[in-house]
């Protein structure tokens, strides 16, 4: 049980620590402060288990490089075996930045819970479950637990914005709900439909171990038996094992067939995931639950959920959708990308027309994840047909990248939000201004982060959106151009939010007095993301690091699939002559 | 097994002829105690019925009165003792019952007891 | 040779040391609740100009000490002929054979020049996705060291200057100009120390532009720069003005930014690379920069689209169209990237946010908005002149055109006079762009270094002026040479300078010796490509004429004449020496920063000249004339063949006319008053407001772009999110409640509750029915007992003998 050089015991106790601590909460007689510090403690140990695997204090290390780009500390254990349910977590590049922003954001999130009183337990209890949910997505790589953690997760914020939340609680709380509720029902349609095709025959056996369906860690010559035994049957073997999938959407044609209205399987599968990621994501027209939940969650719930759970939808797609279905992302490609398009485009100007504080980052994230849609969806190796997969892999990374620095940034944005809600109980742009004068060194911080979010060079929002934004040239130049578009906008409704908060002779609305300078612990979280902010901005491979090799790993594949795939030769035009676009010279 | 209306007088003296006796004596026994409005009348309605009963397990357990051999004769004797044990313990309660109901009604006329009438 | 790219990364990031330890070591006491006394503000303005001051150092001994001495510039100015001979004739295979013919009927030789020495290198990788790199690296040539040089000396006096123009913020201030809702004036602590770590932000920042080595770290710096514009705008957060400036400063530089990330698209997507030289490799081998791929060697170093843009251009191109080979690509990307310079160089028509931004402090006029981050524009130009097409030369020579006849237009009726010098900064920035449109690559970048000199020097002194009179307004000076006489005649060298005063064919004021190259290589390329295209010899001279009048105008109605407002007059007083030296300095180098030192000189400074160096600089592939591609008829002429004796003497001749015609109007008109300003005003009504409201570019701004797009994004947040999607959204959530209530009604109550309810009610009255059975008699019972069993009995019997046995 406490073997941590077991990933199996490490990455267990990594996802269920918080949970199993909010058990224990919830049946000690606890109150009041104990309890908060008792979670964050909880957090804290969850993010030094994550940043363990980063520097390999344990014995479970994260490698990066390139011989390190398929999944690392992968385990499976029979769950439900009669449906081929298996216990399956690895972490690679992908998911891993993502667990330790979790672990980090929540760590920081719960300082900002403190001018929580209400129910704290209650509180302390959900959102600790809440975070389990959340590495637990990140973690799960079978289709029926990773839809199962997806759930999780769902239900404690529901309740976390519909208890703890402002006025319109009820609303926004049942209209989070519902809207992810719609998203997790196609996808688990999808899942199903996947599900009842997929066939492990097909896997030839050195990837049934790969994968995980049949446990890399068991002795060989079980191993060896269960391999055959899959192999020789009779009946199609199911499986709900997303890497088992991924290689049966790349390499086999068991998905490809027609299914409905003349689309293949996979179509509608990606169709169905899509919808339900891209509600997590959100983009346009399916944003609209974003932001009436962000202005009524708490401060620390909005930092969650836009820190991470908007993250979930980009993880989805990269995970699931691209390389379940290759065919479906191939013929959807312009879609995706539209739809990003339309969201930086929309959410850009919606930003600019608030006059609530919150709702104007709210709208900035719908902005802002549209680069992520965006840098995923092109398919800009197969532009021109001569595969060369560098420009996608840079639109891939750079959307990761941009998950991340939004992690960081919006975060970053709603706690600051958060402060000045809490001292004058208002968010009325027009009802601020001379902040600098009263608390310069929170200013400092909100400008900072702002910036961020601006995309200034030498802050994290920056490398994101230009690696984006560079990449899709290749793929269409008209949805280049309008990308690019989006730079003024980002930056008319920043500054001029800047403008109205911030700057200024004095302040304007309600309870002036109030506006004190921030304490330490508002300090102590709204500076760690600006130092982020700014060592990413700076330093981005410390990041690209990490996701690089894995990210490459999923767009090689993804193009080697349309190098092979005639459906894409015939569509391109006749090949031209592919040069070497960077041919050496001796000096 | 003889036909069931066979000429009984006709017969030698078998089981069928302790049934007769049986079923008169049950038959008596309930006409008792469907038409007796004393207790006390009605409780001995009881045994009457109760007596019928037993006779029946005798005739029947009676090794002299049956074919098979595969018996000491002893089971219908023992129901019977059972019947009789129980007879008693039942008219002690039924004794008891019929004195506590004409402490209550000063009276032991079953039909007036009809509380528990629908 | 082999440390320079050091020596200059060791200046070029001090002052970002200088931004770090001020930030931080203010920030400390701040977050502790502390209050910073006055007496520590002032250490950070030591350290900020320690760190420009020692840049500058460096940059002078990497050019004097390094860089003269390895490439001696008798040696390798004013020639393109290293090339080999056969190169000559030789057309590019992507050029129409037309053109070649063309050519040779012509008798022109073909020959271009191959690349200028440069060091290139990378430091630092940002990203990398297999062999595309984001880095951060340095390109070095002669252009990169004298830009260095220029920054680091003017930013060096004006750091000085500031010290003691910005003393006022080493006190608890008072400012007037900001009036709180209780009708009192804004009373606030000074902010010394931000303005210092602002302005060393900013010094990294551009210095980071000129070294550069990608276009990529370009677009950092350059973003950079805009924040740092931002924030010195914007110094005066109080006023909402200084804010709202600050904030168009950036919104419109972003417009620029927006065609910018166009070009570096397409230059990306299409090269691979971002670095402008090959750069070295740490296995001796070299990467291959945007310059080299574009000018191959193979081609002569003729500008062509590589095979890449031309298989671009081809998948892109629409049925039945014209091959362009490549050359709309080019095209877009150079339009692309010059679009960027229009933002960031103020060019129309993104040219209205420069004089707004003369909201922030003087210094912050002199060193941002008109000798460093303006040029930056135009520098950008310079160095990324190779990918420019003839055609996209064009598109430069006509912004430039339009903008400096535009801004001086408004530069003559303007009264306040940090704007007068803005738009004449605005103006001046054309003829640059102007003259590098029309091929004078040195023209360009050798106005850039003379006019940051005169132009810094003009704001510094309208700066100590200011600082004088507590007045930008013009109408409310007048005498005041009197009074500060350092002040007025260090103005007036500016004033010669950037009106172009000098001797034909001897000696001027640098402003003399630029300008006359500028109009040199407008006159030759009116002679080149005849027709229309004199209107670029025109216009410039009509806006060198303009020039000079309102330099003048401007003098005079400061410095000459009586006071016109008593009061201020007589609080006036002269600058303390800490502004003044600057001033006096930088007065030196309006003076001579364009003059070429004798042959005879020994050793490196033999033929020293700003212009000469430059020349060594001059990207591959500029000599000889270029021919456009997609407008054939466009000839962009050979800048050396400007400098022949039929082009330099009318040009001389013109442009000193044009200067002392334009001195004369201002003398006649402001001076002597013989033509008074007002009759002028009212005989040219129209005109004259049409340049008081600066053509009233704002206001159409706001009308075509601003509200339009207020009005979108309040369509789109409200109509459109809330009210259509939401709409669309709570109308499926009341159809579903609708149902649910049909549901709940008519399924739920009706059917299945009243089917249930019914059934209840028929086992109540059969129980209610059978009630009377039970009647308590106990005789009763056992009749019931007795007749049921005999039932059963008789039933069963029955039922066995017909049903089962039967």
């Known amino acids: 049980m406490f073997e941590f050089a077991?990933?199996?015991?490490?990455?267990?106790?990594?996802?269920?620590?918080?949970?199993?601590?909010?058990?224990?909460?919830?049946?000690?007689?606890?109150?009041?402060?104990?309890?908060?510090?008792?979670?964050?403690?909880?957090?804290?140990?969850?993010f030094l288990m994550s940043l363990s695997m980063i520097f390999g204090w344990g014995s479970v290390k994260f490698q990066t490089g390139e011989e390190f780009a398929g999944m690392q500390n992968l385990f499976a254990i029979d769950w439900i075996p009669s449906f081929g349910i298996q216990y399956l977590m690895a972490t690679d590049g992908i998911s891993f930045p993502l667990i330790v922003l979790t672990a980090f954001l929540c760590v920081l999130a719960m300082g900002a819970s403190w001018p929580i009183k209400k129910h704290e337990k209650a509180y302390c209890v959900l959102y600790l479950l809440l975070e389990t949910g959340m590495l637990g997505v990140f973690c799960a790589l079978d289709f029926f637990l990773f839809y199962v953690f997806w759930e999780v997760m769902l239900l404690p914020m529901y309740f976390l914005i519909g208890i703890w939340g402002g006025p319109r609680?009820?609303?926004?709380?049942?209209?989070?709900?519902?809207?992810?509720?719609?998203?997790?029902?196609?996808?688990?349609?999808?899942?199903?439909?996947?599900?009842?095709?997929?066939?492990?025959?097909?896997?030839?056996?050195?990837?049934?171990?790969?994968?995980?369906?049949?446990?890399?860690?068991?002795?060989?010559?079980?191993?060896?038996?269960?391999?055959?035994?899959?192999?020789?049957?009779?009946?199609?073997?199911?499986?709900?094992?997303?890497?088992?999938?991924?290689?049966?959407?790349?390499?086999?044609?068991?998905?490809?067939?027609?299914?409905?209205?003349?689309?293949?399987?996979?179509?509608?599968?990606?169709?169905?995931?899509?919808?339900?990621?891209?509600?997590?994501?959100?983009?346009?027209?399916?944003?609209?639950?974003?932001?009436?939940?962000?202005?009524?969650?708490?401060?620390?719930?909005?930092?969650?959920?836009?820190?991470?759970?908007?993250?979930?939808?980009?993880?989805?797609?990269?995970?699931?959708?691209?390389p379940i279905c290759p065919q479906a992302g191939f013929d959807l490609a312009y879609v995706v990308c539209a739809v990003g398009v339309v969201s930086m485009v929309y959410g850009a100007f919606a930003a600019m027309a608030q006059t609530d504080f919150k709702r104007l980052v709210a709208y900035s994230s719908v902005s802002h994840m549209g680069y992520v849609v965006l840098g995923l969806g092109v398919w800009s190796a197969v532009a021109g047909n001569d595969f060369n997969p560098e420009y996608w892999e840079m639109g891939m990374n750079g959307a990761m990248f941009?998950?991340?620095?939004?992690?960081?940034?919006?975060?970053?944005?709603?706690?600051?939000?958060?402060?000045?809600?809490?001292?004058?109980?208002?968010?009325?742009?027009?009802?601020?201004?001379?902040?600098f004068a009263k608390m310069p060194v929170y200013s400092g911080l909100a400008v900072g982060i702002f910036f961020a979010a601006l995309g200034l060079p030498g802050l994290c929002g920056f490398i994101g959106e230009v690696l984006v934004v560079l990449s899709v040239w290749n793929f269409s130049v008209a949805l280049a151009v309008i990308s690019a578009a989006v730079v003024i906008l980002t930056a008319g409704y920043i500054l001029w939010a800047v403008q109205r908060v911030y700057l200024g002779p004095e302040y304007k609305g309600p309870h002036g007095e109030a506006l004190t300078p921030i304490t330490f612990r508002e300090f102590s979280i709204a500076a760690p993301l600006l130092a982020f902010a700014i060592y990413f901005g700076v330093n981005p491979q410390a990041l690209l690091n990490y996701m690089t090799p894995s990210v490459n790993k999923t767009v090689v594949e993804l193009t080697e699939w349309a190098k092979d795939n005639p459906s894409v030769t015939q569509s391109q035009q006749p090949a031209t002559v592919a040069t070497p676009i960077r041919p050496q010279i001796e000096s | 097994?003889?036909?069931?209306?066979?000429?009984?007088?006709?017969?030698?003296?078998?089981?069928?002829?302790?049934?007769?006796?049986?079923?008169?004596?049950?038959?008596?026994?309930?006409?008792?105690?469907?038409?007796?409005?004393?207790?006390?009348?009605?409780?001995?309605?009881?045994?009457?019925?109760?007596?019928?009963?037993?006779?029946?397990?005798?005739?029947?357990?009676?090794r002299y009165l049956r074919d098979s051999q595969g018996t000491i004769g002893l089971d219908g004797q023992l129901m019977s003792l059972f019947v009789i044990v129980l007879a008693a313990a039942e008219a002690a309660v039924a004794l008891a019952i019929a004195l506590n109901f004409y402490n209550s009604f000063s009276s032991i006329d079953v039909d007036q007891a009809d509380q528990l009438q629908g | 040779m082999d440390n320079l790219p050091t020596l200059l990364m060791i200046a070029w990031l001090l002052p970002l040391a200088s931004f770090a330890v001020i930030c931080i070591g203010y920030s400390v006491p701040q977050l502790l609740g502390l209050r910073v006394r006055y007496s520590t503000q002032k250490i950070a303005s030591y350290i900020a100009v320690g760190a420009i001051v020692f840049g500058f150092l460096i940059s002078a001994y990497c050019l004097f000490g390094i860089w003269l001495p390895e490439h001696p510039l008798a040696a390798s100015s004013h020639h393109g002929e290293e090339q080999p001979d056969e190169l000559a004739g030789q057309a590019s295979p992507f050029r129409p054979t037309a053109f070649a013919e063309e050519h040779s009927e012509e008798g022109h030789k073909h020959a271009t020049n191959g690349p200028p020495l440069y060091q290139a290198g990378d430091w630092y990788t940002l990203a990398r996705f297999g062999s595309l790199k984001l880095t951060i690296g340095y390109y070095i040539d002669t252009l990169t060291i004298a830009m260095f040089c220029m920054v680091t000396l003017i930013a060096s006096c004006i750091h000085i200057y500031a010290v003691g123009y910005m003393h006022d913020e080493l006190h608890d201030v008072t400012d007037h100009e900001v009036t709180l809702s209780n009708?009192?004036?804004?009373?606030?602590?000074?902010r010394f120390q931000r303005f210092f770590q602002y302005f060393s932000l900013f010094s990294f920042s551009m210095l980071g532009i000129c070294i550069s080595g990608n276009l990529a770290m370009t677009f950092v710096f350059w973003e950079l720069v805009g924040i740092c514009s931002y924030f010195l705008i914007g110094f005066y957060i109080e006023r909402h003005s200084a804010s709202t400036a600050a904030n168009k400063a950036f919104i419109v530089n972003r417009v620029g930014d927006f065609g910018m990330i166009i070009g570096l698209m397409a230059l990306w997507s299409t090269l691979g690379t971002f670095s402008f030289g090959d750069v070295d490799k740490a296995d001796g081998t070299k990467e291959r920069g945007m310059f080299s791929m574009l000018h191959e060697q193979s081609n002569g170093y003729e500008l062509a689209p590589t095979q890449r843009m031309i298989d671009f251009d081809a998948s892109r191109q629409s049925e039945g169209s014209e091959p362009t080979n490549g050359q709309w690509l080019l095209f877009v990307a150079g339009v692309g990237i010059f679009c960027g310079c229009m933002g960031k160089s103020a060019q129309f028509p993104l040219h209205t946010w420069l004089p707004d931004a003369m909201e922030g402090p003087t210094p912050v006029s002199a060193l941002v908005h008109s000798a460093t981050m303006v040029a930056a524009g135009v520098f950008l130009v310079g160095r990324v002149y190779p990918i420019f097409t003839p055609e996209a030369l064009l598109v430069i020579a006509v912004i430039g055109c339009i903008t400096l006849f535009l801004a001086a237009t408004i530069a003559i009726t303007a009264v306040d006079i940090k704007r007068v010098l803005a738009y004449s900064t605005v103006s001046q920035l054309g003829f640059m762009m102007l003259a590098l449109g029309l091929g004078g690559w040195v023209a360009g970048l050798f106005h850039l270094i003379t006019h940051a000199f005169f132009k810094s020097l003009l704001f510094l002194c309208s700066g100590s002026v200011i600082h004088a009179v507590h007045s930008n307004d013009m109408r409310q000076m007048g005498g005041l040479r009197h009074k500060m006489p350092i002040t007025a005649y260090t103005m007036l060298i500016g004033c010669l300078a950037i009106a172009?005063?000098?001797?034909?064919?001897?000696?001027?004021?640098?402003?003399?010796?630029?300008?006359?190259?500028?109009?040199?290589?407008?006159?030759?390329?009116?002679?080149?490509?005849?027709?229309?295209?004199?209107?670029?010899?025109?216009?410039?001279?009509?806006?060198?004429?303009?020039?000079?009048?309102?330099?003048?105008?401007?003098?005079?109605?400061?410095?000459?004449?009586?006071?016109?407002?008593?009061?201020?007059?007589?609080?006036?007083?002269?600058?303390?020496?800490?502004?003044?030296?600057?001033?006096?300095?930088?007065?030196?180098?309006?003076?001579?920063?364009?003059?070429?030192?004798?042959?005879?000189?020994?050793?490196?400074?033999?033929?020293?000249?700003?212009?000469?160096?430059?020349?060594?600089?001059?990207?591959?592939?500029?000599?000889?004339?270029?021919?456009?591609?997609?407008?054939?008829?466009?000839?962009?002429?050979?800048?050396?063949?400007?400098?022949v004796a039929a082009v330099k003497i009318p040009a001389g001749w013109s442009a000193i006319l044009v200067a002392v015609a334009g001195i004369a109007g201002a003398t006649v008109v402001y001076l002597w008053e013989v033509i008074s300003a007002a009759s002028l005003r009212r005989y040219l009504n129209l005109l004259y407001h049409a340049t008081w409201n600066k053509w009233w570019f704002d206001e159409l701004y706001d009308f075509v772009f601003v509200r339009p797009t207020l009005a979108i994004s309040r369509f789109i947040a409200f109509a459109l999110d809330r009210g259509l999607i939401d709409s669309i959204l709570h109308s499926f959530a009341w159809i579903y409640r609708g149902l649910a209530a049909v549901v709940a009604i008519v399924g739920d109550r009706w059917l299945i509750d009243n089917s249930v309810d019914t059934v209840a009610e028929k086992t109540w009255d059969l129980g209610l029915t059978l009630r009377s059975v039970q009647t308590g008699q106990l005789r009763q019972y056992v009749m019931f007992i007795v007749v049921c069993t005999i039932a059963l009995f008789i039933v069963a019997t029955l039922w066995w003998r017909f049903a089962v046995a039967g």
């Open chain 1, 169 to 322: 609680k009820e609303y926004a709380a049942i209209k989070f709900f519902l809207y992810t509720l719609f998203g997790s029902v196609l996808m688990l349609i999808a899942i199903l439909m996947l599900y009842f095709n997929s066939d492990l025959r097909q896997l030839p056996a050195d990837q049934l171990v790969a994968t995980g369906v049949v446990s890399p860690h068991l002795e060989e010559s079980v191993r060896q038996e269960r391999v055959q035994n899959i192999l020789n049957s009779d009946a199609p073997q199911h499986t709900f094992n997303i890497l088992a999938m991924q290689y049966m959407g790349q390499h086999t044609d068991l998905f490809t067939t027609p299914n409905w209205l003349g689309q293949s399987l996979q179509w509608w599968a990606f169709v169905l995931l899509g919808i339900g990621f891209i509600i997590k994501v959100p983009s346009v027209p399916i944003h609209t639950w974003l932001p009436d939940a962000h202005v009524e969650a708490p401060t620390p719930i909005s930092m969650i959920l836009a820190g991470i759970l908007l993250k979930m939808g980009g993880y989805g797609i990269i995970r699931i959708c691209y």
């Open chain 1, 402 to 435: 941009q998950m991340i620095a939004h992690g960081i940034s919006s975060a970053g944005m709603f706690f600051i939000v958060g402060v000045v809600y809490d001292r004058v109980h208002h968010r009325n742009l027009n009802e601020f201004g001379g902040l």
């Open chain 3, 183 to 190: 009708g009192e004036h804004l009373h606030r602590r000074g």
């Open chain 3, 500 to 643: 172009g005063i000098g001797i034909p064919f001897v000696l001027g004021f640098s402003g003399f010796h630029s300008k006359d190259v500028i109009v040199e290589q407008a006159i030759h390329f009116g002679q080149t490509n005849g027709g229309y295209s004199w209107l670029f010899v025109v216009v410039p001279l009509a806006g060198a004429l303009m020039t000079s009048f309102y330099m003048f105008r401007l003098w005079y109605m400061t410095f000459a004449g009586k006071p016109r407002d008593h009061h201020r007059y007589n609080h006036a007083h002269e600058s303390p020496w800490v502004m003044a030296g600057p001033l006096v300095l930088l007065a030196v180098f309006a003076i001579g920063v364009g003059w070429t030192l004798p042959m005879q000189m020994p050793g490196v400074l033999s033929r020293l000249g700003v212009e000469n160096l430059l020349d060594t600089a001059r990207p591959v592939g500029q000599l000889g004339n270029k021919h456009g591609v997609l407008l054939p008829n466009l000839v962009i002429p050979d800048e050396h063949a400007s400098h």
């Open chain 1, 6 to 46: 077991n990933p199996a015991v490490f990455l267990t106790w990594l996802v269920f620590l918080p949970a199993v601590v909010a058990l224990v909460i919830a049946f000690l007689p606890l109150r009041g402060e104990t309890i908060k510090w008792i979670s964050l403690a909880t957090t804290v140990v969850v």
């Open chain 2, 1 to 62: 097994m003889m036909p069931l209306f066979a000429n009984i007088l006709t017969e030698p003296v078998g089981v069928a002829h302790y049934l007769v006796v049986g079923a008169v004596l049950f038959v008596c026994g309930a006409l008792c105690m469907a038409t007796k409005r004393n207790a006390i009348g009605v409780l001995l309605g009881i045994e009457l019925v109760l007596n019928g009963a037993n006779l029946n397990f005798i005739a029947f357990g009676s």
